[in-house]
């Protein structure tokens, strides 16, 4: 019999923002409690929120297994790792003072634009220990600016946003991002003749595909790369991998919700495009002989199941400067976005802005991306890097070629 316990606490102060001002702020403070027991096959799960007595909640989970929910009893060699990786960011005191003031800031120099919805710090402390003698604790944070922004003369709800994360507050840095973004955005184009162009988002055509990459589905032959695991299906620059490391993370806990630390933290679901893994839980990866990629996901009162958290793509170039030469087209606002059985990937882009030499120049008219999934991964692949249009916080952008369709 083997028996896991699950502590997590977090802290979150999120302060809402309507018509460039703070409106109110919201704090939580939250304890879940899990405790797993396996035995002969299956599995008993019992979580609880707040204090909890966890002899009793042994008793409870020990009870479950009559249940008969299947779940394999693994045994690891025992490891112990604290990683405290908590920065200081802004102080409960400084928090409305400073967005405050960062709110009056942007409303003066962005006259034609007001901002809404939220800014938001959170604190987690998670602690997973199991009978095996493993114990792992981690701390860690970060500050996330997450304003809407609204054109006075629209009648949308919101026009543009600004998203971000980070483990420290730069009040000019933000500023200096939202006033080139608002620049850019008042300086409307004509549409660009060109049906094809290079592309610059985030993960947006991974994220479409990812429930590709589960084991469930790959076995049961409901995957996009059905029979392909071990080949190499990409452009050779990409690596798609779980990372889990606090250096390159925020605020996401080293480990799995199984207790499982990759080597380094990293664990790869495509190498050198190859597709390696794929994205398992301890269940799965008995189940269907594969690898164990360490990214097991689950509630606290539910059992584990395959997850994808700490999703990156590891850099290719040091900014987009280096990836790019001459101009490329920036989608900043996208809608939707769907993909067919053979990997055609439909992206509308809401709002969109012509790149050119570093610079956004303005705003482009809507659009849809258009491309093969196989062809944004592959031979259309250009790059990704996290140094490029922002200043402020980590984003990483993906560049790609694609075809433009439903040109407005």
Do not use: W
């Not at 709110?103 to 220990?129: C, M, Q």
């Not at 543009?160 to 000019?172: H, L, R, V, W």
């Not at 987009?320 to 900043?332: D, Q, T, W």
Request: hydrophobic share 35%; aromatic share 10%; with cysteine.
């Amino acid at each position: 019999m083997k028996t896991e316990k699950i502590i997590t606490k977090t802290s979150s102060r999120c302060l809402n923002v309507s018509a460039s001002k703070v409106e109110s702020l919201r704090i939580n403070e939250d304890i879940e409690n899990t405790v797993r027991v396996y035995d002969n096959g299956a599995i008993g799960v019992v979580g609880v929120l707040g204090n909890a007595d966890f002899n009793a909640m042994e008793q409870s989970a020990r009870q479950k297994l009559t249940q008969g929910i299947p779940y394999p009893e693994t045994h690891d060699k025992p490891v112990t790792i604290s990683v405290d990786s908590t920065k200081k960011i802004l102080s409960d005191k400084e928090f409305i003072s400073q967005i405050s003031a960062l709110l009056e800031r942007l409303a003066r120099e962005n006259p034609d634009f007001s901002f809404g919805n939220k800014a938001i710090l959170n604190d987690t402390d998670k602690t997973y220990r199991n009978s095996d003698g493993t114990l792992l604790n981690y701390k860690g944070n970060q500050f996330i600016c997450s304003l809407s922004i609204k054109h006075k003369g629209s009648a949308n709800i919101l026009d543009e946003f600004y998203g971000c994360e980070s483990d420290y507050f730069d009040a000019d840095k933000i500023c200096r991002d939202i006033k080139m973004q608002c620049g850019a955005f008042l300086n409307l184009l004509p549409q660009i003749a060109e049906d094809e162009a290079v592309i610059i988002g985030g993960f947006e055509p991974l994220q479409i595909a990812a429930s590709h990459f589960a084991a469930d589905a790959y076995f049961n032959k409901a995957s996009l790369f059905d029979g392909k695991l071990g080949q190499k299906l990409f452009s050779e620059k990409l690596n798609i991998v779980i990372d889990r490391s606090p250096e390159r993370q925020l605020n996401l806990p080293f480990f799995d919700a199984e207790g499982v630390v990759n080597d380094g933290y990293i664990n790869y679901l495509v190498k050198d495009g190859v597709l390696e893994k794929l994205a398992t839980c301890k269940k799965s990866a008995e189940q269907y002989a594969t690898d164990n990629l360490g990214s097991a996901a689950a509630s606290y009162n539910g059992v584990p199941q395959a997850g994808l958290n700490g999703f990156d793509v590891s850099d290719t170039a040091k900014s987009l400067s280096a990836l790019i030469k001459g101009k490329a087209v920036y989608m900043s606002y996208t809608s939707g976005g769907d993909m067919t059985p053979s990997g055609d990937i439909s992206l509308p882009s809401i709002v969109s802005y012509l790149y050119d030499s570093g610079k956004l120049v303005g705003r482009l008219p809507e659009f849809t991306v258009t491309g093969n999934i196989f062809d944004i991964l592959g031979k259309d692949f250009v790059g990704v890097t996290q140094n490029g249009l922002y200043e402020f916080g980590r984003f990483k952008y993906m560049v790609y070629k694609a075809k433009l369709v439903n040109k407005v």
